[in-house]
């Protein structure tokens, strides 16, 4: 059974960081492109950042600069460094393969202060 638990989100000020984990069992992990994605109130869930399994990036437009996505293929754990946090990336986010295919984690709350 895939599980997927996120962590490490918080309440930081404009300008702050936070580096998001992601704990993944039940699916050979190191096969999957993994990505997170975030969704912020009233929005749809929308992909932010994504790694293949040969560790290539990509970024959503609005994070590039800021957000770095890497993962641990012995830990079974994609994260997320997030710097320069502005109050529009407030969210809840998430981790899942790319596609989004598996069941959906608790999330964790990132919310940014002005």
């Known amino acids: 059974q895939v599980q997927l638990v996120e962590s490490g989100g918080g309440l930081v000020q404009a300008g702050g960081s936070l580096r998001l984990s992601c704990a993944a069992s039940?699916?050979?992990?190191?096969?999957?492109?993994m990505g997170w994605y975030r969704q912020a109130p009233g929005k749809q869930r929308e992909l932010v950042a994504s790694i293949t399994n040969r560790l290539s990036t990509n970024y959503e437009d609005s994070v590039k600069g800021r957000f770095t996505i890497s993962r641990d293929n012995a830990k079974n754990t994609v994260y997320l460094q997030m710097n320069n946090l502005k109050p529009e990336d407030t969210a809840v986010y998430y981790c899942n393969n790319v596609g989004g295919s598996f069941s959906w984690g608790q999330g964790t709350q990132v919310t940014v202060s002005s």
């Open positions: 039940g699916f050979i992990f190191f096969m999957y492109g």
